[in-house]
């Protein structure tokens, strides 16, 4: 008998309990006393973009439903009258606009046609604006490469969560050209350019998976190459310091063979120069240049200093410009930037010291201009 008390206290015990958690389930529909609830805003999604959002929720087939109220702040909300097409369970989408931009909470219920309220459902989602925008990033144009009047190669950098670029600039008909540069194009070749002319671009991001707006940066403006990478295949070496060809092939002629693997090293089998060291370049015709790229031996750190000299006879000559490297394989090649066109015919590289003294070698040199 004691047994069976025991087992009616603990059986009394254990209902009033799960009564009591089975309140706390209904304790919002309970606090809101007697009420008749419609069927809630369910499966609610915000899909952000520009000051605005896509909300989307999906509706139950109640066929009273009259309209959805959906606030993202104390005093702002708005009311959308549900439309169906059927009076099965469907999605409804309305769009909200003039949202500040920062992380919101959106709560939306439906309302019927008797003025019943269904419960509140709640989901937080960030929108983009001004903000977002200050701080994006511009993709950059690691080097442009004029090959000739009608020859423009572009290298644009890497850039991460970029979704591509938008560029613009007018042609050689006076015509103005879009182009749409994807996130996985590296190199972008133009043949209709304007030597000079004026380009701009935007780049391009989508903050999240389906943000309904895609946002760009302000415009970036600069300007094509005034010049272009001359033709060395006529150019002759027409004096020389030195060269050694006995005990390595490295003539003066490998600087303007547009083979960076080759090189011209001075004489060294045979006898050992002293500093300075120079080769004398016919361009065979009057160039315009605008600059001269220096670049060493691959892999070798000899070259230390090196000017380069220029004449329209070959007799008098003009300094335009040094450039001194590092004790290092890299940076490969240095550029002298002429302040405006220079007329010239004949070019002279001249090496005055070493970081192996009196030896040293030079691969290429690059020249960008004009013909005339």
């Given at each position: ?275 300075p060291h120079f080769i004398t370049v016919d361009m065979q015709t ?87």
């Amino acid at each position: 008998m004691e047994k069976i008390k025991i087992l009616g206290i603990l059986l009394f015990a254990y209902l009033f309990t799960a009564c009591g958690d089975m309140n706390s389930v209904y304790q919002e529909y309970l606090d809101r006393g007697e009420s008749i609830y419609i069927g809630i805003a369910d499966s609610l999604t915000i899909i952000p973009g520009n000051h605005r959002a896509k909300i989307r929720w999906k509706l139950d087939a109640d066929p009273k439903l009259k309209d959805c109220v959906i606030s993202w702040s104390d005093s702002d909300s708005a009311v959308f009258e549900i439309t169906r097409t059927s009076f099965d369970p469907e999605w409804m989408e309305v769009e909200v606009s003039n949202l500040p931009e920062g992380s919101l909470i959106f709560t939306a219920y439906t309302r019927d046609i008797y003025g019943n309220c269904s419960l509140k459902k709640e989901k937080s989602q960030k929108i983009y604006g001004e903000k977002y925008i200050q701080n994006l990033s511009f993709r950059k144009v690691s080097s442009i490469d004029v090959y000739n009047p009608n020859r423009l190669v572009m290298n644009w950098s890497a850039m991460e969560n970029s979704v591509g670029v938008n560029f613009h600039y007018i042609n050689i008909n006076n015509k103005k050209v879009d182009l749409f540069i994807a996130p996985n194009e590296t190199e972008v070749t133009l043949t209709d350019f304007v030597m000079g002319g004026e380009y701009s671009y935007e780049t391009l991001y989508v903050p999240v998976v389906n943000c309904i707006d895609t946002f760009s940066t302000v415009s970036k403006v600069d300007n094509f190459p005034d010049s272009y990478i001359l033709d060395k295949s006529t150019w002759k070496v027409i004096d020389l310091s030195s060269e050694e060809t006995a005990s390595e092939n490295s003539p003066a002629i490998n600087i303007i063979d547009n083979d960076p693997n080759t090189y011209w090293h001075n004489v060294w089998s045979s006898e050992t120069p002293i500093l300075p060291h120079f080769i004398t370049v016919d361009m065979q015709t009057v160039k315009k240049l605008k600059s001269i790229t220096i670049a060493k031996r691959l892999g070798n750190t000899d070259l230390k200093k090196a000017h380069i000299e220029l004449s329209m006879d070959n007799i008098n000559w003009k300094k335009v410009g040094e450039v001194e490297f590092i004790q290092s394989a890299d940076p490969n090649s240095d550029v002298i930037s002429l302040l405006d066109f220079v007329e010239a015919r004949y070019l002279k590289l001249v090496i005055t010291e070493s970081y192996r003294t009196p030896h040293t070698s030079v691969s290429e040199i690059y020249v960008t201009g004009l013909d005339q």
